[in-house]
């Protein structure tokens, strides 16, 4: 819908969706439907893929073996300290097993005390992936290390979409 048409260009990319309702809501939907709801389970598994697919497609680029990654944002959307089915943690589980090292941050979430510090993140990381746009993340320096970024959220050379 965006592509080559400029008045959308403002419009937000898509980007990882999660929390309780998702799921919840599929279900109820699903229920209703007396189980015949193919679309919300195919949107559930699309959804649960991305993750998988976004680290294949790091990993087609760099070697994470080799890498340590920093997740910045653990919540499951922008603003917010809610970590509810966030993909945050799939991430973090999925790449714990494939990079150096992974490394989390988020401004908002203060019960998950593995979370450190941005700065800290950024310092001792090799690659960043943006999990939740924060809008502190836009202002943020990443000192020129490559960002995934499927939100579109931040603008820079350093940026991977």
């Not at 209703?32 to 990993?59: M, P, T, W, Y």
């Not at 603003?79 to 992974?102: M, P, T």
């Not at 989390?104 to 960043?128: G, K, Q, Y």
């Amino acid at each position: 819908m965006k592509h080559e048409y400029p008045r959308l260009k403002a419009m937000p990319r898509p980007g990882f969706a999660a929390g309780p309702c998702l799921v919840k809501d599929t279900m109820q939907l699903s229920a209703f439907a007396r189980n015949q709801f193919s679309l919300g389970h195919a949107a559930l598994l699309i959804n649960e893929g991305l993750v998988l697919h976004v680290v294949d497609d790091i990993k087609r680029q760099y070697d994470l073996a080799k890498l340590t990654v920093g997740l910045l944002g653990m919540a499951f959307k922008a603003e917010s300290d809610d970590i509810r089915a966030s993909l945050s943690y799939k991430f973090k589980k999925v790449l714990s097993g494939q990079a150096r090292a992974v490394l989390t941050t988020d401004p908002f979430v203060t019960t998950d005390p593995e979370l450190r510090p941005l700065d800290e993140v950024i310092s001792r990381s090799d690659l960043l992936i943006l999990c939740a746009p924060h809008a502190v993340y836009r202002q943020t320096d990443v000192k020129g290390k490559p960002v995934f970024d499927v939100w579109g959220h931040l603008d820079g050379a350093s940026v991977i979409r």
